[in-house]
């Protein structure tokens, strides 16, 4: 595996591009995307004080974006940690695989949209803490 460090995980601005109805802010793959969107989910209904997320991939990558409201990722890569705060629409997270996410404190009302570049295998997730050490350790 090519570790990956929570340096690694960068906050992309998508730009947009406003009109007087409202603002509109475009995700192409082929563009400056860092990966081919293969899968999208979205988050939402999270009851206050609940968190979600907390794992890690071991090939997909994920981009995380606040469609709605605002919450924080914590990232780790089990050395180093730090958080992103998202709350704007025209502004995501990317994780690339091998970075532990976990995604808290939702504002009411929040939504939290997911792009994946791989789609759903549960065979890559590692969703518990001390074998993604083992894993990212190997």
Same mark, same amino acid.
């Given at each position: 595996?090519?570790?990956?460090?929570?340096?690694?995980?960068?906050?992309?601005?998508?730009?947009?591009?406003?009109?007087?109805?409202?603002?509109?802010?475009?995700?192409?793959?082929?563009?400056?995307?860092?990966?081919?969107?293969?899968?999208?989910?979205?988050?939402?209904? =999270?009851?206050? /004080?609940?968190?979600?997320?907390?794992?890690?991939?071991?090939?997909?990558?994920?981009? !995380?974006?606040? &469609? %709605?409201?605002?919450?924080?990722?914590?990232?780790?890569?089990?050395?180093?940690?730090?958080?992103?705060?998202?709350?704007?629409?025209?502004?995501?997270?990317? =994780?690339?695989? /091998?970075?532990?996410?976990?995604?808290?404190?939702?504002?009411?009302?929040?939504?939290? !949209?997911?792009? &994946? %570049?791989?789609?759903?295998?549960?065979?890559?997730?590692?969703?518990?803490?001390?074998?993604?050490?083992?894993?990212?350790?190997?």
């Amino acid at each position: 595996m090519d570790k990956k460090t929570v340096f690694e995980c960068s906050v992309i601005d998508l730009g947009k591009v406003s009109f007087p109805e409202g603002n509109l802010t475009v995700i192409e793959n082929d563009s400056q995307f860092p990966f081919d969107v293969r899968r999208v989910f979205y988050l939402y209904d =999270i009851a206050g /004080g609940e968190s979600r997320g907390a794992h890690s991939h071991k090939e997909c990558h994920q981009f !995380l974006i606040a &469609a %709605s409201g605002s919450f924080e990722v914590q990232l780790d890569d089990g050395k180093y940690k730090t958080q992103v705060f998202l709350n704007r629409p025209d502004v995501g997270l990317h =994780i690339p695989p /091998g970075v532990w996410a976990s995604e808290v404190n939702f504002s009411s009302g929040a939504i939290c !949209l997911v792009l &994946a %570049s791989h789609t759903y295998n549960e065979n890559d997730y590692i969703r518990n803490y001390d074998d993604y050490l083992k894993y990212i350790n190997e």
